[in-house]
C-alpha cells in the first residue's frame, strides 16, 4: 500500500472522497496565484471534516511568519509544506516557532537538484519531490501536471521520509511507484477535472490504485 496526500483540495464532495478513500494526507493551498488557493475560513470549514488519523497539511510559498500565524490561529493544520525558495534555515526556523512538522518541496530537473535536497534533511522532517516548473515566470512552483524523471530517486537513501510528486495520475502512479522506490506520493492536478477542480471520482480512482501497491 503506498500512502497518498491529496493536495490543494478546496470543496467538500473532494474532501469526502479523500477521507473516505482513507487518504493520509488533505492538502490546503495557501499561496493566493493558485486556481487551488482557499481562505483561511474556507479551509477551516473544510478541515474540522477531517477525522483523526488523517494529516491537514498547509502549503505555504515563502510566506511571513505573520501570514503563517494567521492561518494557524483560523485552521487546525498539523503540518506545514513549504513550497517556495525557503532555505534550510528559514525551514528550521519556523519548524521551532510553530511547533509543526514541515514539509519542504524540492524541484527536481537532475541529480544536481537532489545533491541539494539534502541540505534539508535536518531541518525539515519530511521531503516533497517535485517536477521543476518551467521558466515561465507566471509558472506556479507546483500543481503544473508535469513529471521529472522518476528513477532519479531510484535506489537512493534520505535520513528523512519523502513524498513523490510531479505528473501523477492513475494511470502512471505503479510506473512512478516502481521506478522512484516511493511509498508516500502526492497528487493535485492528476485528480482534477479542469485546472484547480477536484474531480471525486478521480480521487476514489487514484487512493484505490494506490491501496493495491
Given at each position: 500500500m503506498v500512502a497518498v496526500k491529496i493536495c490543494g483540495l478546496s470543496d467538500e464532495w473532494a474532501v469526502r472522497a479523500a477521507i473516505t478513500g482513507r487518504a493520509a494526507y488533505l492538502g490546503f493551498v495557501f499561496y493566493p496565484p493558485s486556481?487551488?488557493?482557499?481562505?483561511?475560513?474556507?479551509?477551516?470549514?473544510?478541515?474540522?471534516?477531517?477525522?483523526?488519523?488523517?494529516?491537514?497539511?498547509?502549503?505555504?510559498?515563502?510566506?511571513?511568519?505573520?501570514t503563517i500565524a494567521a492561518i494557524l490561529a483560523a485552521v487546525p493544520l498539523d503540518l506545514l509544506q513549504f513550497h517556495g525558495n525557503e532555505t534550510p534555515q528559514r525551514v528550521a526556523a519556523a519548524r521551532a516557532r510553530f511547533g509543526r512538522k514541515i514539509i519542504k518541496a524540492v524541484p527536481v530537473g537532475d541529480r544536481a537538484d537532489l545533491v541539494r535536497a539534502a541540505e534539508y534533511q535536518d531541518a525539515a522532517d519530511l521531503l516533497l519531490f517535485d517536477a521543476r516548473p518551467p521558466r515561465d515566470p507566471s509558472a506556479l512552483p507546483g500543481g503544473n501536471g508535469l513529471a521529472f524523471d522518476w528513477s532519479l530517486l531510484a535506489g537512493r537513501e534520505w535520513r528523512r521520509p519523502w513524498l513523490l510528486s510531479g505528473g501523477l495520475t492513475t494511470e502512471l502512479l505503479a510506473d512512478a511507484v516502481r521506478?522512484?522506490?516511493?511509498?508516500?506520493?502526492?497528487?493535485?492536478?492528476?485528480?482534477?477535472?479542469?485546472?484547480?477542480?477536484?474531480d471525486p471520482g478521480k480521487i476514489k480512482a487514484f487512493l484505490a490504485a494506490a491501496d493495491t501497491l
Amino acid at each position: 500500500m503506498v500512502a497518498v496526500k491529496i493536495c490543494g483540495l478546496s470543496d467538500e464532495w473532494a474532501v469526502r472522497a479523500a477521507i473516505t478513500g482513507r487518504a493520509a494526507y488533505l492538502g490546503f493551498v495557501f499561496y493566493p496565484p493558485s486556481p487551488r488557493a482557499v481562505t483561511a475560513a474556507e479551509a477551516a470549514r473544510l478541515g474540522a471534516m477531517v477525522p483523526a488519523g488523517i494529516s491537514r497539511v498547509g502549503l505555504f510559498v515563502d510566506a511571513a511568519d505573520e501570514t503563517i500565524a494567521a492561518i494557524l490561529a483560523a485552521v487546525p493544520l498539523d503540518l506545514l509544506q513549504f513550497h517556495g525558495n525557503e532555505t534550510p534555515q528559514r525551514v528550521a526556523a519556523a519548524r521551532a516557532r510553530f511547533g509543526r512538522k514541515i514539509i519542504k518541496a524540492v524541484p527536481v530537473g537532475d541529480r544536481a537538484d537532489l545533491v541539494r535536497a539534502a541540505e534539508y534533511q535536518d531541518a525539515a522532517d519530511l521531503l516533497l519531490f517535485d517536477a521543476r516548473p518551467p521558466r515561465d515566470p507566471s509558472a506556479l512552483p507546483g500543481g503544473n501536471g508535469l513529471a521529472f524523471d522518476w528513477s532519479l530517486l531510484a535506489g537512493r537513501e534520505w535520513r528523512r521520509p519523502w513524498l513523490l510528486s510531479g505528473g501523477l495520475t492513475t494511470e502512471l502512479l505503479a510506473d512512478a511507484v516502481r521506478l522512484s522506490g516511493a511509498v508516500c506520493v502526492d497528487v493535485s492536478s492528476g485528480v482534477e477535472s479542469a485546472r484547480g477542480r477536484k474531480d471525486p471520482g478521480k480521487i476514489k480512482a487514484f487512493l484505490a490504485a494506490a491501496d493495491t501497491l
